[in-house]
């Protein structure tokens, strides 16, 4: 009787090793959630403290959802790997174009690069090493700001907008490099019209409406497109999309995150002289970096 107790409890100690080693890591609880900064409800952003020696530096998600919809909500697993090599990660919030047209949801990602900078000395951020990542949406804001002269204004009243909104470097999915509908439609046929992203951003309820009144939105679409951004001297670009190159697109989907999005903007970074990675399986890759992780490692932890 005994030997056979002593083999079950045995059994149920490996047992439970197994079940344990099986169990997926914990999520990460950020060092500081929820912190607002802006005056809006949206404007807020979770921020995980990596250490290190020294100051850490500091990647940032911003989230898709077509600039209607999102969260800054991620399974801590797809970070860990940057907090394991002293990278310190910040997720935001911002206000979606259902409520707050451009230029409020590109606008306010910027205001939260410019705000991490004045926690530079609290929360211990490299403020010369500061990426950004994100899909969709997410990703074309990140290319906007990576590219987009810095907004700093050092005469604000507000002490935020007075700090740089520039980053070291992007790597980012399945983003769009142009939101202005007649350039779309040239690159990608009709289907990439019927995304909602792109009338909701300037606030017409159809592309028809969007269409009518283009002139009086195309100074938006015109500012907001990465595209129309790009020059020598813009940070480093790392851009990964699916692999389906089918012109015209298929649907709304497929063609709101199409890889000629990508093929266009390498394009021109390569005509003026702008390092820039496209990853497209079976299309094109990087000679240098495996992926977009491998690219913001060299980057953010360069010396």
Known sequence: ????????????????????????PAQIEPTHAAVSYGPHERNVLDFWKAEGDGPRPLLVYIHG????????????????????????YAAINYRLSTES?????????????????????????????????GGSAGACTSMWILLHDDLADPKSDDPVL??????????????????DPKVIEGWLGPNVLK????????????IEAALENYERH????????PYNHVDAGDPPLFMTYPADMTLPSKDAGHGIHHPVYGVKLKEKSDSV?????????????SVKYANGNAFLFAKLLEK
């Open 1 to 24: 009787m005994k030997s056979l107790l002593a083999v079950l409890v045995v059994s149920l100690s490996v047992t439970s090793l197994l079940a344990a080693a099986d169990d997926p």
């Open 218 to 225: 195309k100074a938006l679409y015109f500012e907001f497109s």
């Open 65 to 88: 959802g077509g600039w209607t919809s999102g969260d800054k909500k991620q399974n801590s697993n797809v970070f860990r790997p940057f907090l394991e090599k002293g990278i310190s």
């Open 101 to 133: 047209t451009l230029p409020a949801p590109v606008h306010d990602a910027a205001r939260a690069i410019q705000f991490l900078r004045t926690k530079a000395l609290e929360w211990n951020i490299d403020t010369k090493h500061i990426a950004l990542t």
């Open 162 to 179: 007075r700090e740089s909104s520039r980053v070291c470097a992007a790597a980012v999915s399945a983003g769009q490099t142009s939101i």
């Open 195 to 206: 995304h909602r992203m792109i009338n909701l951003a300037v606030g017409e309820k159809t």
């Open 273 to 285: 002289g702008h390092e820039c990675h496209l990853l497209i399986p079976d299309v094109s890759k």
